[in-house]
């Protein structure tokens, strides 16, 4: 088991750019979220993954943001047109089960943008 | 939706020292309530949970309480050790399908 992997762990970036983070989740497990903390706070939820379906998305989830898991395995959280804003740690977490259950988080993606 | 309130912000102790953290909460259909502790650069990990049908849960040296009635829950950390220095998160289990988080609470224990 070797947790959850988030890549890359630190971005860079100009305001205007589109940047892509990737999530490899625990293997066999059915559900995969992505939460958003910037300095000071708790995790935020954007949304959350059954399998492949996508079950639920935050108000906090602007149309500059969309998530995938094609396969119910890995997922991407793209970010278009970025703003200062957007610059936080993007946490992935995945968890095993029907009912709400243990998180098991990623180390995060840290983006910046300038 | 759920809304999770924790305090306090910061809590500063000596080794040796009990801590105790609370939070409350809105939801009182909410029925699963972690406690999350993050070290500099990691991401959360769970230390203990409760679920609603149960008042109170011990492992080792940390406890959690429930209170559904007032809708609030806290975490006891007993005999403080400097490791024990942290962020530690509350949630609850907002619409059943993911956790709402609190602010946080930064411990620090002083040897």
């Known amino acids: 088991d070797t947790g959850v992997s988030q890549n890359p762990r630190h971005k860079i970036t100009k305001r205007g750019q589109n940047v892509t983070f990737r999530c490899d989740p625990i293997?066999?497990?059915?559900?995969l979220y992505w939460y958003r903390q910037t300095l000071g706070q708790g995790p935020e939820f954007l949304t959350y993954?059954?399998?492949?379906?996508?079950?639920?998305k935050s108000r906090l989830l602007s149309d500059r943001f969309s998530a995938e898991r094609p396969k119910g395995s890995f997922s991407t959280l793209e970010i278009q047109r970025t703003e200062q804003g957007d610059s936080a740690m993007y946490l992935c977490?995945?968890?095993?089960?029907?009912?709400?259950?243990?998180?098991?988080f990623g180390e995060g993606s840290r983006l910046t943008v300038l | 939706g759920e809304n999770v309130e924790q305090h306090p912000s910061t809590l500063s102790v000596q080794e040796g020292d009990s801590a105790v953290i609370k939070c409350t909460y809105s939801?009182?259909?909410?029925?699963?309530f972690p406690w999350y502790k993050q070290e500099l650069g990691k991401g959360p990990q769970l230390i203990i949970d409760?679920?609603?049908?149960?008042g109170e849960k011990k492992d080792q040296r940390i406890a959690v309480t429930l209170n559904k009635t007032a809708k609030h829950f806290s975490l006891h950390i007993t005999e403080t050790q400097p490791e024990d220095s942290a962020v530690y998160f509350c949630?609850?289990?907002?619409?059943?399908?993911?956790?709402?988080f609190g602010a946080g609470t930064r411990l620090a224990v002083h040897p």
């Open positions: 977490a995945s968890s095993f089960g029907e009912n709400t259950g243990e998180l098991f």
């Open positions: 939801d009182s259909a909410s029925n699963y």
């Open positions: 409760i679920r609603s049908n149960v």
């Open positions: 993954f059954q399998n492949e379906a996508q079950l639920e």
């Open positions: 293997s066999e497990h059915n559900r």
């Open positions: 949630a609850g289990s907002g619409g059943y399908n993911k956790l709402i």
